[in-house]
């Protein structure tokens, strides 16, 4: 047997085998930075197992085959890595911030093997889905048992309802409900796995049937990011599918427009919130997160403080506060443009715009539909949360998307 033929061979299961485990946060960890005496979660400087993976993959595909037509975004997929490793230079802490662009790194090979013609993106669908049935059967046994152990092979942490700190549901009687967690670090992560997991599967299989499981397990995760990406995606899909011919002439500017509306409301939503009385300690964190922001941001508005380094953006604002007042703002472009300035959100827009272009040449049939309402999710959950940028878990979620949205017919 040749070694074209093994390579072949391998290169057939090698891509989905990585979203198989993709889900499982085992992780070698080089380092813990901290802040004000404590260590925090963005301060860990570690290597995940998937990672390995990747660069074991990208060496059996050697050299890699993906069509003339994607050179733009690829083009861009470069561009944005040497700026990244900029900031890192100029960051408040360099190691923690190189340590970041070695996650950055790797999403952004994910995203180019995912675009080489040889990588089946069925097979790799299925794999996603696959990978998820064990965090399902463990996030339902978090809800109903109220625990969960640790196990540093699959890079679990120990989870426990009645600790404070871990994500719990309260009753008005004070009962304390487990939010399901998965395998991953926090339920709005498994979440937003769950809703891309749930449009993959009507893009990729013809039971619908399927979809019924992460749709309960969206549920069990009492994600509001989750559940609304997911409705608003799909609403998305269905407005486009019925009137893209009215819609075709300006659809870029109405694009444009619903993604300004759905990020800058989010951030003002969340105020109006707060200002009715709403007793939510999440709400009042995250609009005073959103008020720091200003003043981090025009310390650097051109690089920002250093990819990874947001938190000590804020030490260096405000070094007063309690450690675990130290969180980035619940905002990916506001967090994008503290930590590596307007000119870094101007190439992931550009890298966007270019890839959707793609997409919206095949609308409205229903693989473009279903990628768009993929990116919708994701567009969702950006002005929500944090973990598309500041975790790996969701760095390799939108490298996903971003390739499905470049491929899929």
Same mark, same amino acid.
């Given at each position: 047997?040749?070694?074209?033929?093994?390579?072949?061979?391998?290169?057939?299961?090698?891509?989905?085998?990585?979203?198989?485990?993709?889900?499982?946060?085992?992780?070698?960890?080089?380092?813990?930075?901290?802040?004000? !005496? $404590?260590?925090?979660?963005? /301060?860990?400087?570690?290597?995940?197992? #998937?990672?390995? *993976?990747? =660069?074991?993959?990208?060496?059996?595909?050697?050299?890699?085959?993906?069509?003339?037509?994607?050179?733009?975004?690829?083009?861009?997929?470069?561009?944005?890595?040497?700026?990244?490793?900029?900031?890192?230079?100029?960051?408040?802490?360099?190691?923690?911030?190189?340590?970041?662009?070695?996650?950055?790194?790797?999403?952004?090979?994910?995203?180019?093997?995912?675009?080489d013609q040889r990588t089946c993106l069925k097979n790799v669908s299925i794999a996603f889905f696959l990978g998820l049935l064990a965090p399902i059967l463990l996030g339902f046994w978090q809800v109903?048992?109220?625990?969960?152990?640790?196990?540093?092979i699959f890079g679990l942490a120990q989870r426990d309802a009645q600790i404070l700190g871990d994500a719990v549901l309260t009753l008005a009687n004070g009962t304390r409900i487990l939010r399901a967690?998965?395998?991953? !670090? $926090?339920?709005?992560?498994? /979440?937003?796995?769950?809703?891309?997991? #749930?449009?993959? *599967?009507? =893009?990729?299989?013809?039971?619908?049937?399927?979809?019924?499981?992460?749709?309960?397990?969206?549920?069990?995760?009492?994600?509001?990011?989750?559940?609304?990406?997911?409705?608003?995606?799909?609403?998305?899909?269905?407005?486009?599918?019925?009137?893209?011919?009215?819609?075709?002439?300006?659809?870029?500017?109405?694009?444009?427009?619903?993604?300004?509306?759905?990020?800058?409301?989010?951030?003002?939503?969340?105020?109006?919130?707060?200002?009715?009385?709403?007793?939510?300690?999440?709400?009042?964190?995250?609009?005073?997160?959103?008020?720091?922001?200003?003043?981090?941001?025009?310390?650097?508005?051109?690089?920002?403080?250093?990819?990874?380094?947001?938190?000590?953006?804020?030490?260096?604002?405000?070094?007063?506060?309690?450690?675990?007042?130290?969180?980035?703002?619940?905002?990916?472009?506001?967090?994008?443009?503290?930590?590596?300035?307007?000119?870094?959100?101007?190439?992931?827009?550009?890298?966007?715009?270019?890839?959707?272009?793609?997409?919206?040449?095949?609308?409205?049939?229903?693989?473009?539909?279903?990628?768009?309402?993929?990116?919708?999710?994701?567009?969702?959950?950006?002005?929500?949360?944090?973990?598309?940028?500041?975790?790996?878990?969701?760095?390799?979620?939108?490298?996903?998307?971003?390739?499905?949205?470049?491929?899929?017919?």
């Open positions: 047997m040749s070694v074209d033929s093994i390579r072949n061979r391998i290169i057939r299961f090698a891509v989905p085998v990585i979203f198989f485990l993709l889900p499982w946060q085992t992780r070698w960890i080089f380092a813990r930075h901290q802040v004000v !005496g $404590h260590d925090f979660e963005y /301060g860990i400087i570690s290597l995940y197992a #998937v990672e390995v *993976l990747i =660069a074991l993959v990208l060496i059996v595909y050697w050299r890699l085959q993906i069509k003339k037509e994607y050179e733009k975004q690829i083009g861009f997929v470069f561009l944005f890595l040497i700026f990244v490793f900029i900031t890192a230079v100029f960051a408040f802490d360099k190691q923690l911030a190189f340590g970041q662009v070695l996650h950055v790194f790797f999403a952004l090979v994910l995203f180019l093997l995912l675009l109903v048992a109220g625990f969960s152990w640790s196990s540093t967690y998965g395998s991953f !670090g $926090h339920p709005n992560i498994f /979440g937003g796995y769950l809703v891309i997991c #749930v449009l993959s *599967l009507f =893009a990729f299989f013809k039971n619908r049937y399927v979809i019924i499981l992460p749709i309960i397990s969206i549920i069990f995760t009492f994600s509001q990011s989750a559940w609304l990406a997911l409705i608003i995606s799909l609403v998305c899909a269905f407005i486009v599918y019925k009137y893209f011919n009215k819609l075709k002439k300006d659809f870029f500017w109405i694009a444009g427009v619903f993604s300004a509306v759905i990020l800058i409301g989010s951030v003002f939503g969340v105020i109006a919130i707060n200002n009715f009385g709403f007793d939510q300690s999440s709400i009042s964190e995250r609009v005073e997160q959103y008020s720091q922001w200003p003043l981090i941001a025009s310390e650097s508005l051109a690089i920002g403080s250093g990819v990874g380094n947001y938190i000590y953006a804020i030490e260096n604002l405000n070094p007063d506060l309690q450690w675990w007042e130290f969180q980035p703002v619940h905002n990916v472009p506001m967090l994008i443009v503290g930590e590596i300035g307007f000119a870094g959100l101007i190439l992931l827009i550009l890298w966007f715009y270019e890839v959707d272009k793609i997409n919206y040449s095949r609308l409205p049939k229903k693989g473009a539909l279903i990628a768009m309402s993929m990116c919708c999710a994701l567009l969702v959950i950006s002005g929500l949360d944090h973990y598309l940028w500041t975790q790996w878990s969701g760095l390799a979620l939108c490298a996903y998307v971003m390739a499905i949205t470049v491929r899929i017919d």
